[in-house]
Nanobody, 115 residues
């Protein structure tokens, strides 16, 4: 049974930082394409960043230069380091795994950027 569990969300002031984690279980993480998505209030879920099994990384324009995605295959974990957070970064952050033609989602972790 594949399971993805996100953690690390919370309330932070503008300009602050958070580090999200996504731990995968029940599947070979090494061959999985991983991604972070987010969904703000009243908007569609949007892609934040992706990291391929080989380590190729793509960011959305809205987070380039502020967010850093990484993966630790030995720990079956993907990270999202978020710096210089803005109020528009507020939302539920989800990790997604793509492997063997299937997609799996975590339950999400709330990030709120507010003074």
């Amino acid at each position: 049974q594949v399971q993805l569990v996100e953690s690390g969300g919370g309330l932070v002031q503008p300009g602050g930082s958070l580090r999200l984690s996504c731990v995968a279980s029940g599947i070979n993480f090494n061959f999985a394409g991983m991604a972070w998505f987010r969904q703000g209030p009243g908007v569609q879920r949007e892609l934040v960043a992706t990291v391929s099994p080989g380590g190729t990384i793509v960011y959305s324009d809205s987070v380039k230069g502020r967010f850093t995605v990484s993966r630790d295959n030995a720990e079956n974990t993907m990270f999202l380091q978020m710096n210089n957070l803005k109020p528009e970064d507020t939302g539920v952050y989800y990790c997604k795994m793509h492997v063997s033609f299937n997609d799996y989602w975590g339950q999400g972790t709330q990030v709120t950027v507010s003074s």
